[in-house]
């Protein structure tokens, strides 16, 4: 079996992330590396907070706390999010690390090396009140275009036209309100990523056809638009700093590498975190080094992110001349809009993680997210889509339908799985359309489709669900009692291959489904064809418990009250 390395996104440190994130990265990588595991396959799933750039600074300053503090307490409750939505990072990092830190230098050094990086001066905009550069995010001022008299030196949020600092009418510091600004000359490290474009283009040819449209589309866009030289430092407290035994004069003046540097490298600096807790048994080179070529690696971000990760990142690693592994697949997504308007986290337009989960479990949002993942286009949330999803197909299709076997079995056979009859026509029918349904349903993972896995996935649950009211065990008992007890022992069969196969999707109710049965060594990862038609893994005379509902049905009043708390249309 393979190794596959994943990765998602990584979140940054300031403020809780709405559902658009976590469909667009963090959910999708969990049900591909859960998926990958119950295949057999080994797999390592890193993702990390992403903690330097301005805005963490500003925000500790708003809060009046140090910013390491400030990314200490943030990385705690991100975590505490994501362990709600049962995502199953094999280590969740931080981007302020010290091999983060460490690893990031290395590949700094290693790039000056091979004239890959150079110092060139630039102008850039200084606070004499402060006696400090000030980075874009750290100027404010009107909008030249729209007015709007908080636009930053790099964007105004609110016409969304790029910015440069020099633009702004009357430009203040973000730090001290103070309006005594310059220009004035400095120096900044760039990566010369125009040196790099041929050889970033000829890596992008060589797998981009294994890639989504979108992902490829969009790299092959800024390729074919030309490669520009980066600046890779910034005038910051909190970040990676310059190495002094290679830029000295940066180092004393406290330059720090830029955020879209440092980031990405984390995915490294993460994998030496996790293999760090213990390193008799972990090998984070075996992870990251082209010589081990049996290594298979995906990312998924959203379309935004994608340039840093198709184009900037790989010309990073090919310019060190070092055999770091690079992506084999980038899955992005499209946007996940809120009716039709995008989610704003600065905005709080929309709905957000933690409240999601204070709202309802986390599988109910994990199943509506993955079935209505935005792969080909953008979507849109609303709560009369998410209200009607999770009542067709988790409360009825498939909750019921666990309720009302268990619950009528043991009601007329006891709380142990019937014998009844030998399986006949209508097995044998029903154990071919399971076996084509999972082979579906396998494609579709295999090719990392989640709405077409997730209906594959709907349709095995329906299958039960005919199967049910084609024998009608109800009816069945008053003539032929052996009958519906064959009946219901398959149905409680396709319980546990629901069980099994569901997880990806929804972890809690599976393993509550498959906790059901009292199963001795019930190791089981997968479901084979011959299994699925067969359906015999769970044999007369097994023992066996009702769980509780595993989706209540969302009511009327519960979508007014969502619509009144969230609000049923986007802001204008």
């Known amino acids: 079996m393979a190794r596959h390395l994943i990765t998602s996104a990584l979140p940054y440190i300031n403020g809780i992330k709405h559902l658009g994130n976590m469909v667009g990265s963090m959910l999708p990588a969990d049900v591909y590396s859960r998926y990958l595991r119950q295949r057999g396959h080994e797999v390592l799933y890193i993702c990390a907070t992403d903690e330097h750039g301005t805005p963490a600074e500003l925000a500790a300053k708003e809060q009046g706390i140090p910013v390491d503090a400030f990314c200490t307490e943030a990385h705690h409750q991100q975590k505490a999010i994501y362990d709600g939505f049962s995502l199953a990072f094999d280590y969740f990092g931080r981007s302020s ?5 460490e690893i990031t230098q290395e590949i700094a050094r290693e790039l000056k090396a091979n004239g890959f990086i150079e110092e060139r001066a630039i102008r850039q905009v200084y606070s004499n009140a402060d006696g400090r550069f000030l980075p874009d995010r750290y100027i404010i001022g009107t909008c030249p275009h729209c007015g709007y008299d908080k636009a930053r030196g790099d964007q105004c949020e609110n016409c969304t036209r790029v910015l440069d600092p020099t633009d702004l009418i ?22 010369l990523q125009s040196a790099l474009a041929g050889e970033v283009e000829a890596w992008v040819d060589e797998r981009a056809d294994n890639w989504p449209v979108l992902a490829s589309s969009i790299a092959r866009k800024w390729l074919t638009e030309g490669l520009h030289d980066r ?22 003046e406290g330059k720090v590498f830029y955020v879209w540097f440092d980031a990405p490298i984390e995915y490294i600096g993460a994998t030496k975190e996790w293999a760090d807790q213990d390193p008799e048994n972990r090998d984070w080179r075996s992870w990251w080094w082209e010589s081990d070529a049996n290594v298979h690696y995906t ?56 409240d999601a989960l204070d709202i309802l479990p986390a599988d109910y949002w994990r199943y509506f997210m993955m079935a209505n993942a935005p792969e080909s286009d953008d979507s849109s949330f609303t709560w009369e889509h998410f209200t009607a999803t999770v009542n067709k197909d988790l409360a009825d299709t498939l909750g019921n339908f666990v309720n009302r076997v268990l619950s009528f079995s043991r009601k007329r056979f006891g709380e142990e799985v019937p014998a009844g009859a030998e399986p006949g026509e209508a097995e044998a029918k029903l154990g071919e359309e399971i076996a084509r349904l999972l082979a579906e349903y396998e494609s579709q993972m295999e090719a990392i489709q989640f709405r077409k896995a997730a209906a594959a996935l709907r349709a095995l649950w329906s299958a039960g669900n005919s199967y049910l009211e084609e024998k009608a065990p109800w009816l069945e008992i008053k003539t032929n009692p052996e009958g519906a007890a064959l ?36 190791t089981a990862l997968w479901v084979t064809a011959d299994e699925a038609r067969s359906l015999s893994a769970v044999p007369a005379g097994t023992p066996f418990t009702i769980p509780p509902v595993l989706f209540a049905k969302l009511t009327d009043e519960d979508l007014e009250s969502y619509k009144e708390r969230f609000g049923g249309e986007p802001a204008a």
């Open 299 to 354: 990312q998924f971000m959203g379309k935004d992110n994608v340039p840093f990760h198709s184009v900037m990142f790989p010309a990073t690693l090919l310019g060190t001349r070092a055999p770091w592994k690079k992506v084999d697949v980038i899955k992005a997504f499209n946007w996940l809009n809120y009716y039709g308007g995008k989610f704003s986290t600065s905005q709080r337009r929309g709905v957000f993680t933690h």
């Open 170 to 191: 009357d430009a203040r510091s973000a730090i001290s309100g103070s309006s005594d600004l310059e220009v004035r000359e400095t120096k900044h490290l760039f990566l």
């Open 231 to 252: 600046a890779i430092t910034r005038d910051l407290d909190w970040g990676v700093p310059v190495p002094a035994d290679t830029w000295p004069d940066l180092a004393a």
């Open 487 to 522: 009946t219901l022992r398959t149905a409680m069969n396709l319980i546990h291959l629901y069980a099994v196969v569901s997880e990806p999707f929804i972890p809690t109710s599976a393993k509550k489904m498959r906790e059901a049965f009292s199963l001795k060594d019930d």
């Open 97 to 101: 690390s010290p091999q983060n830190h």
